[in-house]
């Protein structure tokens, strides 16, 4: 048999005494742990954490707006901590990537606009008909032949018009008469009214053409001189109203009617209407009308006054 061991109370002291110091070593050294901790840092299980009451007002409202306390035991550990840099890191990231795509987007409105501005003045300058030589100042209209461009004035016709009853304002702004389609036509340079035309029971209004006048009253053309008279007697003939020896005295006052007219007047009354007018002096009108008549009796000329009886042509 082995021999029983023998309890000595010197042994036991010396094992409580152990006990006793391993205590004290452990109590020290959570000191230790203790003291290199700052305020509001607390060591649990091995994890370090930060108290959320310890923090200022601002950064405590930030993390419950943030909700950075997931497990809401009032303090931030390790993970919380770690998700919370990782949050800001990922936010900074796209904030930087947005501030990328503002700028692109401000580079291509700018682009934008200068090209919306170019091609409004490369199609300004397409649709123009015109173009304008620097060298000479002189425009001219698109096309294959460079013609210069021209300009004319705008005319108003009516077919409705009286001479006789225009006001004199209608009368300046007077600039062409055209007869039956265009067939004549007269530029007026000028006109004369007459001066008892207030009081005279058939007003005339003479108008001055190049070369010559044409005289108008309530029921047309009166009378002509000068070139004036040559073309209405080679347009309507010579005798185109019998009655008063007037030109486009009516309507059927028409092209075959005159032709007809200065025919027979011409083959066998010209010569006896011209003695018996001459002979006779039954021409009315005034005097510078009567002696217009003369004048052109006897240079054999077509006469073109107002009496009531046909007047010869030499």
């Given at each position: 048999m082995s021999p029983t061991p023998t309890t000595n109370e010197n042994d036991v002291d010396i094992e409580q005494d152990s006990l006793s110091s391993l205590q004290s070593v452990t109590k020290s050294a959570s000191r230790n742990d203790s003291a290199t901790t700052f305020t509001g840092q607390s060591s649990k299980m091995g994890k370090?954490?930060?108290?959320?009451?310890s923090l200022p007002h601002a950064l405590r409202q930030s993390v419950a707006t943030l909700k950075l306390d997931l497990d809401g035991d009032g303090a931030l550990d390790e993970e919380e901590i770690v998700m919370a840099v990782s949050n800001l890191a990922n936010k900074t990231k796209d904030n930087a990537g947005l501030k990328k795509l503002v700028w692109a987007l401000c580079a291509f409105s700018v682009l934008l606009i200068a090209c919306v501005f170019g091609a409004s003045i490369a199609a300004?300058?397409?649709?123009?008909?015109?173009?304008?030589?620097?060298?000479n100042g002189?425009?001219?209209?698109?096309?294959?032949?460079?013609?210069?461009?021209?300009?004319?004035?705008?005319?108003?016709?009516?077919?409705?018009?009286?001479?006789?009853?225009?006001?004199?304002?209608?009368?300046?702004?007077?600039?062409?008469?055209?007869?039956?389609?265009?067939?004549?036509?007269?530029?007026?340079?000028?006109?004369?009214?007459?001066?008892?035309?207030d009081t005279d029971t058939d007003p005339q209004v003479k108008l001055?053409?190049?070369g010559g006048t044409i005289?108008?009253?309530?029921?047309?053309?009166?009378?002509?001189?000068g070139d004036a008279q040559e073309l209405l007697?080679?347009?309507?003939?010579?005798?185109?109203?019998?009655?008063?020896?007037?030109?486009?005295?009516?309507?059927?006052?028409?092209?075959?009617?005159?032709?007809?007219?200065?025919?027979?007047?011409?083959?066998?009354?010209?010569a006896s209407a011209s003695a018996s007018a001459s002979a006779s002096g039954t021409t009315t009108g005034s005097g510078a009308q009567e002696e217009e008549?003369?004048?052109?009796?006897?240079?054999?000329?077509?006469?073109?006054?107002r009496s009531k009886?046909?007047?010869?042509?030499?």
């Amino acid at each position: 048999m082995s021999p029983t061991p023998t309890t000595n109370e010197n042994d036991v002291d010396i094992e409580q005494d152990s006990l006793s110091s391993l205590q004290s070593v452990t109590k020290s050294a959570s000191r230790n742990d203790s003291a290199t901790t700052f305020t509001g840092q607390s060591s649990k299980m091995g994890k370090m954490e930060i108290r959320v009451s310890s923090l200022p007002h601002a950064l405590r409202q930030s993390v419950a707006t943030l909700k950075l306390d997931l497990d809401g035991d009032g303090a931030l550990d390790e993970e919380e901590i770690v998700m919370a840099v990782s949050n800001l890191a990922n936010k900074t990231k796209d904030n930087a990537g947005l501030k990328k795509l503002v700028w692109a987007l401000c580079a291509f409105s700018v682009l934008l606009i200068a090209c919306v501005f170019g091609a409004s003045i490369a199609a300004a300058r397409l649709s123009k008909d015109t173009q304008v030589d620097p060298s000479n100042g002189i425009m001219y209209a698109k096309g294959g032949k460079h013609e210069v461009l021209k300009t004319e004035d705008v005319i108003v016709y009516s077919n409705t018009a009286n001479i006789v009853a225009m006001s004199n304002n209608e009368l300046n702004q007077l600039k062409v008469i055209s007869l039956t389609g265009g067939n004549v036509k007269f530029q007026i340079k000028g006109y004369a009214r007459s001066v008892s035309m207030d009081t005279d029971t058939d007003p005339q209004v003479k108008l001055l053409v190049e070369g010559g006048t044409i005289t108008y009253d309530n029921a047309g053309i009166a009378s002509a001189t000068g070139d004036a008279q040559e073309l209405l007697e080679f347009a309507y003939g010579v005798n185109t109203n019998t009655t008063d020896r007037r030109f486009l005295a009516s309507a059927s006052a028409s092209a075959s009617a005159s032709a007809s007219a200065s025919a027979s007047a011409s083959a066998s009354a010209s010569a006896s209407a011209s003695a018996s007018a001459s002979a006779s002096g039954t021409t009315t009108g005034s005097g510078a009308q009567e002696e217009e008549a003369e004048e052109e009796e006897e240079s054999g000329r077509t006469c073109c006054n107002r009496s009531k009886t046909i007047c010869g042509c030499g």
